[in-house]
């Protein structure tokens, strides 16, 4: 269905992304100055500049301070408020990028050292690639972050979803004044969800409408969350039992209650009305193609995903190549085992049967799976020194992600903590049915999103500037994850357990599939049942896990080929600096080069990795 044609073109919207519309946010002395074609006096210092760049992007996004547990002193305000969602809201956060993007072009790079320089590199990328799509029509753009869609409320995106498990997680309470800022941030969730509310429908009206299969996810689950607000529920308990535990006085639940079982539950219901609207107008179609602006969309959000230039095409032979290579590697080991039959896939498919990989069912199942990712913890955890020459402390906590949120969730995801420590990371753990998992490919995901993966990456990049803690790049980050999971093997984690390495050798395989289905999906036009038999067939991936995972790609186009490209790319550097180094060449070092330099894009990647390879040889 084509746009009207009022809406901005995807070219209109990327022209206006230059210097010449950022004139009209800037202040007025610096305007004159960029009019005149010079650059405007630098009047703060590069640290005072990236800190005012992270204190803007927080000011539009307070929940993201509280998280990283800067929301203290002069910047306490953000503690009690949330985003503004409304299309208005959305519109003066891009010209508040767009002031930042100008300032960070402009401010002078001579005599600034490589780490600030670095800085300024993250800024101006990050913000550049977000404004390009807030550009677009539709949609929920992360800036720097991984989470883009074209959906704003959808099984796995959306305030009914994100909201309650922020305010549990990361909302503090540990005095009088952080409850306070828990009311008065529920007195907020109906205009946040109102504001979400306007865009999805706006974004119907123009044609988007999600395809049926999510929808039939999402409507259960938002009713689960309404009949939770009517009741009060989960955000009553959680400010109610935390007050509780830190001895605050007052009567929080007769404060909180009206709100969420009255303003909050009424959006909610206006929520799920607009979602039952789509619902009798959706159509199965997966993949962006079908959608309005749908090619150019997804093309946007595979140079987000990815930071590289790469097309559909180059990206699905990509992961079409590298799942044979990784699968010629799982043979002989499969061989080994007694599996001797069938492709890979079958054979995986068997192995995933056998009682002695199963965990048990129901409860006593879960509290074995709890068990066994705390051991892989404290193994790795000793590894580390091996390693990294800095270390970073590793505090997390493993939690299962609330049971409403699981059947439209993935299998596990992780990330640091506060940037202060006293929030720690977590590892979240899906465990709606315990036939998710197997015990050979449990402990990949425990060193992909906890050490030396998201966790331990995120405690480093918490040490930099508060700005480098904020902006995070998909490819760097994901491929950074698996390439947790190849240490982990290097450091033998696998070493003593054929079927462990087997589970590693899936999953890096099942990232090579992400490549050619998620592409599949979005630009070949494949359907969810042929992108599902991919998985099962062609690496014996457990249908209960991959239905969930192609619904995700459905919402979030692109963000999974961000894995396996950021992965081969840190291989690629590390081949090359052990090219260049030789016997001077030094794994901790090259390691502590990639962490230490934060979350960056790809070609900036390579100018840390520049840098390492110049040190080592002086």
């Not at 010079?38 to 005072?48: F, Y």
């Not at 990050?126 to 959808?154: C, F, H, K, Q, S």
Request: charge should be negative; proline fraction near 6%; charged fraction near 25%.
């Amino acid at each position: 269905m084509p746009i009207p044609s009022e809406t901005i073109t995807r070219r209109q919207a990327i022209a206006g992304l230059g210097a010449g519309i950022s004139l009209l946010a800037l202040p007025g002395c610096a305007r004159q100055a960029l009019s005149a074609g010079a650059a405007p006096p630098v009047t703060l210092s590069p640290e005072e500049m990236l800190d005012q760049f992270a204190y803007s992007l927080l000011d539009n996004e307070p929940e993201r301070a509280t998280a990283l547990g800067v929301d203290i002193g002069q910047h306490a305000n953000l503690r009690s408020r949330l985003e503004d969602q409304s299309p208005e809201g959305q519109r003066d956060y891009a010209a508040s990028l767009r002031h930042r993007l100008e300032e960070a072009r402009l401010y002078p790079r001579d005599g600034l050292d490589a780490s600030t320089r670095t800085s300024f590199e993250v800024v101006e990328s990050a913000y550049a690639n977000a404004l390009e799509g807030l550009a677009m029509p539709y949609g929920d753009v992360a800036v720097g972050g991984w989470r883009n869609t074209p959906y704003v409320v959808i099984q796995n995106v959306g305030g009914y979803i994100d909201i309650p498990r922020f305010l549990d997680s990361d909302h503090p309470i540990r005095e009088t004044a952080d409850a306070e800022a828990y009311v008065d941030r529920l007195e907020q969730v109906p205009a946040y969800l109102d504001g979400e509310l306007q865009r999805i429908r706006s974004a119907r009206e123009m044609g988007l409408v999600p395809p049926d299969f999510l929808l039939d996810k999402a409507i259960p689950q938002m009713d689960a969350s309404l009949a939770d607000a009517r009741s009060g529920g989960a955000m009553v308990e959680s400010l109610v039992h935390r007050t509780s535990e830190s001895d605050i006085s007052g009567d929080w639940s007769r404060r909180a209650l009206p709100i969420i079982s009255g303003p909050v539950a009424d959006a909610l219901e206006r929520q799920l009305a607009e979602l039952r609207t789509q619902r009798a107008a959706a159509d199965g179609d997966p993949g962006m193609w079908s959608q309005p602006m749908g090619p150019e969309w997804y093309e946007w959000a595979l140079r987000a995903s990815t930071t590289t230039s790469m097309t559909p095409d180059e990206i699905h032979e990509m992961g079409l190549t590298q799942l044979e290579e990784i699968h010629g590697r799982m043979d002989p080991i499969l061989r080994d085992l007694g599996y001797t039959s069938g492709t890979v896939g079958d054979r995986m498919n068997q192995l995933s049967t056998d009682k002695r990989f199963q965990f048990a069912e129901g409860d006593a199942g879960r509290a074995e799976i709890m068990v066994f990712i705390r051991d892989r913890v404290d193994w790795i955890k000793a590894q580390m020194p091996r390693a990294f020459r800095t270390l970073v402390p590793g505090n997390l906590e493993i939690r299962r992600l609330p049971p409403a949120e699981e059947p439209g969730a993935p299998t596990a995801y992780g990330g640091a903590g506060s940037k202060d420590g006293t929030i720690p990371g977590k590892m979240w753990i899906n465990l709606h049915t315990t036939d998710l998992h197997r015990k050979y490919d449990v402990p990949t995901l425990v060193h992909h999103e906890t050490i030396p993966g998201h966790v331990w990456q995120g405690e480093y990049a918490n040490k930099l500037p508060l700005i480098r803690s904020i902006l995070a790049f998909n490819a760097y980050s994901e491929g950074w994850a698996l390439y947790a999971e190849q240490l982990a093997d290097e450091l033998g984690a696998y070493a003593d357990h054929p079927a462990w390495q087997l589970g590693y050798l899936q999953d890096q395989a099942f990232r090579a599939c992400r490549l050619v289905v998620d592409t599949g999906l979005h630009h070949k036009r494949w359907g969810r049942e042929q992108a599902i038999r991919f998985f099962t067939e062609r690496n014996g991936n457990k249908r209960a896990q991959v239905e969930s995972e192609v619904d995700r790609y459905c919402s979030w186009p692109g963000q999974a080929c961000g894995y396996k490209v950021g992965h081969s790319e840190i291989t690629r550097q590390r081949s090359r600096a052990q090219g260049a180094l030789g016997a001077d060449y030094d794994l901790r070092a090259f390691n502590d080069a990639v962490v230490l330099g934060g979350n960056v894009p790809l070609d900036v990647l390579a100018k840390n990795v520049d840098r390492y390879i110049a040190a080592a040889s002086a």
